[in-house]
């Protein structure tokens, strides 16, 4: 069993930045990737970024590129997403996870364990 507990969430300005954090506990060597989801009211899960617990190698949505950074810190067992120029449409329920085996990891089916949510709000 893999427990991760997200933090950071908040109200920002639009233009201004925000770094979530996601600590990880229990059986983290099982970990294939960390990733970083978001869910607006209405909408559905969506990815956000993720990175390879072991690797660090790192995947980002189109919406994400160049403004968002995804990044671990292993002797912590914690990712981070720092999100910078953030966007009224950035505003949702920031959600961290963990897939356990190989496979894909673009679509929320893809992972095994949730933390609870952290809310970010992007003000106009």
């Known amino acids: 069993q893999v427990h991760l507990v997200e933090s950071g969430g908040g109200l920002v300005q639009a233009g201004g930045s925000l770094k979530l954090a996601c600590a990880a506990s229990?059986?983290?060597?099982?970990?294939?990737?960390l990733g970083w989801f978001r869910q607006a009211p209405g909408k559905e899960r969506e990815f956000v970024a993720t990175i390879n617990w072991s690797s660090g190698n790192t995947l980002y949505t189109d919406s994400g590129k160049g403004r968002f950074t995804i990044s671990r810190d292993y002797a912590k067992n914690t990712v981070y997403l720092q999100m910078n120029t953030l966007k009224p449409e950035d505003t949702a329920v920031y959600y961290c996870?963990?897939?356990?085996?190989?496979?894909?990891?673009?679509?929320?089916?893809?992972?095994?364990?949730w933390g609870q949510g952290t809310q970010v709000t992007v003000s106009s």
């Open positions: 996870a963990a897939r356990i085996r190989p496979g894909p990891f673009q679509h929320f089916s893809d992972y095994d364990h």
């Open positions: 229990g059986r983290t060597v099982d970990v294939y990737v």
